[in-house]
């Protein structure tokens, strides 16, 4: 296998003596999507803050493309290549749906740049497929505020797209989302993968199961297990600490 895009290798976490990781070693590989799961305060997003810089490991590394990202800023870590979608998607409401992804594909990010700079032909056309894509080209002059929960996802998904990285970390891109929205959102992420590496947090086994990507099991800020979703259903690891008994 070839070398890893993103590794981290014996990562612990130490809040005032509480290990919110402890030891995790995890690989992604450029193009894969990869699925995190666990219960509530297994680490999950403690591990995302680490690989964003937003938290310093007590030890361990963490690598992409060879080069430790361990103490650099967030926004280098940005610029080299490494996005997050938050849990409440962020868009900027009182800016339109057309205006929002031009901000994001622009490298002045402030919004009023938006009003004298121009963006290359290509990007302006990358703001057009990606607003196509996502469906919200009906929406193009409607305040991001307006839009539905679900239509506020794509867009902060469409958004970090336009930024162009090479990983997408996502954390619960489905929350509060209807079942059809669910569906149109599983498709969206795994049409990413491949011109992306793409990592999804979700508590949601039905849109884990429409990703059909490998997962893994984080319980108590350490690594419980990885493979394919109906494998790791049926571990009793997994059973007893998070999916609980099946219903007869």
Known sequence: MSEPLLALHDVSVSFDGFFALTDLSLT?????IKSIIGPNGAGKTTFLDVITGKVRPTKGTVTFK????????????????????FQTPRVFDNLTVLRNLELAASPNKNPFSLLTDTLPKTAKDE????MNYVGLTPFATTQA?????????WLAIASLVAQSPEVLLLDEPVAGL???ETVRTAEL?????????????E??????????????VLHQGQLLTEGLLEDVKKDPRVIEVYLGPAEE
């Open 178 to 180: 209807t079942d059809e």
């Open 203 to 216: 508590h949601d086994m039905e849109f884990i199961r429409d990703l059909n990507a490998p997962v893994t």
């Open 127 to 130: 703001v057009h497929r990606l």
């Open 66 to 85: 060879g080069k430790s990202l361990v103490g650099l800023s967030e926004q280098r870590i940005s610029r080299q290549g490494i996005g997050r979608k």
């Open 189 to 201: 992420i795994k049409s990413l993968a491949g011109d992306h590496t793409v990592v999804v947090i």
């Open 28 to 32: 992604l590989q450029k193009g894969e």
């Open 145 to 153: 505020g307006s839009l539905s929960h679900g239509q506020k996802q």
